[in-house]
């Protein structure tokens, strides 16, 4: 079975501190991951996904086969960061999602 | 990537009637979802809608419940029949376009009262 497990609902820090969402995952095939982003009032759109390694918009995410994790990363947090993020996870053509964190970025 | 609209955007409805949603995407896709996000919750897969022939559902849910139409590649209806407060969620269709990556529509938000 697929799950993926957000432990965070909720995420809160200052502007400028680093930043790190929390993600694990179970699968047991070969696993690709996603993390999703949804800014107030607009859509869920795609933030990044494992196998393209790229940053974006600042954030990172590497894949740990070993711990099963898929850890979302930013080094300095910005107030446009604020949204609810989604881990998710492709596996037999069907998309998971994880609980959500809601990131709340303080001036 | 791929545009999509729903429609309607939100709705508010009486106790066991239904309601269609429909998903329109600006270019042919093979892959079409249908999600579910209940208030506070995480997205849950109803049915993957495939064109020409039945819909996929997940567990849990059911065609009598969620009937889902699909006639091309561009366009596909989620009914939400007989509802109940219990169905009142935001209901999302997503489909697979640029390789593999899955975009989203805008969601339609249901109220059953």
């Known amino acids: 079975a697929q799950r993926v497990t957000q432990p965070e609902k909720l995420l809160s820090v200052f502007k400028g501190a680093p930043v790190e969402l929390k993600c694990n995952y179970s699968?047991?095939?070969?696993?690709?991951l996603f993390w999703y982003v949804q800014y107030s009032r607009q859509r869920l759109q795609l933030l990044l996904r494992h196998i393209s390694r790229e940053s974006i918009k600042g954030f990172t995410a590497d894949l740990n086969k070993g711990e099963t994790s898929f850890h979302l990363k930013k080094p300095f947090a910005q107030e446009e960061d604020s949204a609810m993020y989604y881990c998710a996870l492709q596996g037999a053509q069907k998309l998971v999602f994880g609980q959500g964190t809601r990131l709340t970025i303080n001036p | 990537s791929a545009v999509i609209s729903q429609k309607p955007s939100r709705d508010i409805c009486q106790r066991g009637t239904s309601l269609t949603i429909q998903c329109q995407v600006d270019?042919?896709?093979?892959?079409m979802f249908w999600y579910r996000q209940q208030p506070g919750q995480s997205l849950t897969l109803i049915a993957t809608a495939n064109q020409g022939s039945e819909a996929t559902y997940e567990s849990g849910f059911v065609i009598d419940k969620f009937p889902i139409s699909r006639p091309n590649l561009t366009f596909s209806t989620l009914t939400v029949s007989n509802m109940s407060p219990e169905d009142s969620s935001i209901y999302l269709c997503?489909?697979?376009?640029?390789?593999?990556?899955?975009?989203f529509g805008p969601g339609t938000r249901l109220t059953v009262l």
């Open positions: 997503s489909v697979v376009a640029s390789g593999d990556t899955q975009y």
């Open positions: 270019s042919q896709v093979t892959m």
């Open positions: 699968y047991s095939g070969s696993p690709e």
